[in-house]
């Protein structure tokens, strides 16, 4: 399942009480303009219409149309009206059709095509009650599907669609033409299959003449359908408010820079937003681990609930705010149209790398999560292209990158404005996002040559009508990303904090013992120095525990990109989710901390981080080097197992793997050289 802005690729299932008596299952099918699929998300939708989805059987179809574009919409609606399935439908975008001079019979609509037609408003909850009663009419059969049909089979297929109907009584006849055009994709054994194979060679029946002679008998019937029931406006009337605003956005040079500024806004509007909850919410984490480490006993559950439970749950919520306010204003752009006409605009650039304008929406949507971005790549016809997005598509910065992001920023790049409303730390937030964009395209660029394909591909594209925003589907919006990164990606966080706080505390026996002994001897003998000395044995108690030994293994292979040995336990952990690097550094600092002192934010404590030699650890060039390291590295076990499941192969995974692991380090180490 994914279904987020701008794509839906998959069924989205939920439960409306039709009527007191009538509580319904509503399947969201992913849009498509006609019954010939090409694409996988397409395929979705077709096997429910034509009932050969294994689980799904629909009992009715609620065909949602688009007033403003009816003639379009018309072929797909009679093509459904022609299986015989029980149809009605819910006629949208009335007010825009209104603004282009259309006026529309619904009466008269309603007589030509033989079914229920029900004008709605969905954005100001219009029409919805009228058109339950209609479903609950059309679910006791007081509308029954046309007798007729809108095309003629006489001069189609007759001795086929004959042949086919003797063993499939209860199919329309429309039906059985796509019996002959795609069974081999339907739930028919083997027996079945075969029959229907000899019928078409029999027959001599031609699937591609069938298919356009259908669709020139439907306009024709589709032309006579709209002179009878819609008047139009004069097409050489002045261009609407949305043509002309496209004549700016979508020029050729001007969008480009429009889009920049765009981008350059979202970004900076993070931090400017979200900078005063975020300090809020680590102030209250800071004086609650402090009030609790000053009134709790000395014992282990209390030192598990300081270091482990409130350290880990402070490093979910501080980012909150952040992940609230991206995918708002995310959302706000796919409610304005925006979003499409970022597809549009960026096709040109897309097809001289091996992508087209399709595989925007992808990667866009990859800076939300790469996981339902992959699998929205389904709607790419042209294998190769698929196969590119899916490759780079992890390299788009995701929401799961922006605590990492965020608290780097912080450490090492200063609060500076630049002309007194340039954040500096904005300005390297959207440099990171443009940074994964420009190494995503050369990648593709690099692996065209290496994926084969003589196949061709197509960009089409709606573009819808520029809306105003609806507020309150943003703050929906905003809520549910808020509950998914709180419930579904703060478990793994607090597993994993509970899990280094283990690790972190207790090591091999030996080893912590003649830690302890030999600095309790310390402090007998230099009562004086007593609160230092406990600083260090923290300190080595921390380094020679479970979790210290393992960073230790690690730490001469990242040692040249400037990391010390948390850092190298962070990187572990993180594989599991991106985000987790902070709850592993807010482990990791407050175990080695005092119990008492458990007032600073997990900034300061990395802020005040240093090496054996007295240097910092997070200087500038160890804080560049890791994030590009979390820009261009695959910490995400999740997005490797979907490309497996996408690309039906582990070739594809391994080699994404190793490529964004290579790629993240040789990047690295070459920062850390030029900034040192």
């Not at 086929?160 to 003797?166: D, R, S």
């Not at 708002?328 to 925006?338: F, N, R, S």
């Not at 699998?375 to 292209?385: L, T, V």
């Not at 090496?611 to 076990?637: E, N």
């Amino acid at each position: 399942m994914g279904n987020f802005p701008g794509v839906t690729v998959d069924k989205k299932t939920g439960y409306c009480k039709i009527s007191p008596e009538i509580n319904a299952t509503l399947i969201d099918l992913p849009g498509t303009y006609s019954l010939y699929p090409k694409r996988s998300d397409e395929w979705v939708a077709y096997k429910v219409l034509l009932k050969q989805d294994a689980i799904i059987k629909p009992d009715l179809v609620l065909l949602v149309a688009d007033a403003s574009n009816l003639k379009r919409n018309l072929l797909f609606c009679t093509q459904i009206i022609d299986l015989h399935i029980p149809v009605v439908v819910a006629l949208t975008m009335m007010d825009l059709a209104k603004q282009k001079g259309t006026q529309i019979d619904i009466a008269g609509l309603e007589r030509e095509l033989g079914v229920p037609i029900v004008p709605v408003n969905p954005r100001k909850n219009k029409g919805i009650e009228p058109l339950k009663k209609i479903i609950e009419q059309a679910s006791e059969n007081l509308y029954q599907a046309p007798a007729r049909e809108f095309i003629d089979n006489n001069a189609l297929a007759t001795k086929p669609i004959a042949a086919v109907k003797e063993h499939f009584p209860d199919i329309s006849n429309y039906t059985a033409i796509h019996y002959l055009i795609n069974h081999e994709k339907f739930l028919l054994d083997d027996g079945m299959q075969e029959v229907i194979e000899n019928i078409e060679v029999e027959n001599k029946f031609n699937p591609t003449k069938t298919q356009a002679e259908e669709i020139m008998q439907r306009y024709g019937r589709i032309k006579h359908i709209m002179q009878q029931t819609v008047v139009e406006s004069d097409p050489l009337q002045k261009a609407l408010f949305n043509e002309k605003l496209d004549d700016v956005l979508l020029h050729r040079r001007w969008g480009y820079l429009i889009l920049l500024i765009v981008l350059f806004l979202l970004f900076q509007s993070v931090f400017w937003v979200a900078h005063y909850p975020m300090d809020a919410i680590e102030w209250i984490f800071g004086k609650l681990g402090g009030w609790l480490g000053n009134n709790l006993p000395e014992t282990w559950w209390s030192n598990l609930l300081i270091n482990g439970v409130v350290a880990g749950f402070s490093g979910i919520m501080v980012f909150v705010p952040q992940i609230m306010i991206l995918f708002g204003l995310i959302t706000l752009l796919e409610d304005t149209g925006y979003m499409a006409r970022i597809s549009f605009l960026t096709d040109k650039l897309m097809r001289k790398v091996g992508l087209n304008g399709k595989s925007v929406m992808p990667m866009i949507s990859g800076f939300a999560c790469a996981v339902p971005a992959i699998m929205s790549a389904r709607n790419i016809e042209n294998k190769k292209e698929r196969l590119l997005t899916i490759m780079i598509t992890p390299l788009m910065s995701c929401s799961a990158r922006l605590p990492v992001y965020t608290i780097l920023i912080a450490l090492v790049i200063p609060s500076k404005l630049y002309l007194g409303f340039l954040s500096l730390q904005g300005l390297v937030m959207m440099g990171l996002y443009m940074l994964g964009t420009v190494m995503a395209l050369i990648v593709a660029w690099v692996m065209k040559w290496f994926i084969k394909s003589a196949e061709r591909s197509f960009f089409i594209l709606e573009l819808p009508m520029y809306r105003a925003p609806r507020w309150k589907n943003a703050l929906t919006t905003m809520i549910e990303k808020a509950k998914i990164f709180v419930f579904d990606a703060g478990k793994v966080i607090m597993m994993i904090s509970l899990l280094l706080w283990g690790l972190s505390t207790y090591g091999p026996a030996k080893k912590m013992s003649a830690v302890t002994a030999k600095y309790e001897t310390l402090i007998q003998a230099n009562p004086q120095q007593e609160k230092e000395l406990n600083k260090l044995r923290k300190t080595a108690l921390l380094q020679n525990s479970f979790a210290g030994t393992l960073g230790k293994a690690i730490e001469p292979a990242i040692r040249p990109l400037g990391y010390d040995w948390k850092i190298g336990i962070a990187l572990i952990t993180s594989f599991a989710a991106r985000e987790v690097f902070v709850g592993t550094m807010a482990t990791l600092y407050s175990v080695g901390e005092d119990k008492h002192d458990n007032s600073n934010t997990l900034r300061q404590k990395m802020a005040a981080a240093v090496r054996p030699d007295g240097s910092k650890v997070y200087d500038l060039a160890t804080g560049l080097s890791l994030l590009i390291f979390y820009v261009l590295a695959m910490q995400c076990m999740s997005t490797l197992a979907v490309v497996k499941r996408e690309t039906r192969s582990w070739k594809w995974p391994v080699i994404q793997l190793i490529y964004m692991t290579g790629l993240a380090y040789f990047m690295s180490w070459l920062v850390y050289i030029l900034f040192k």
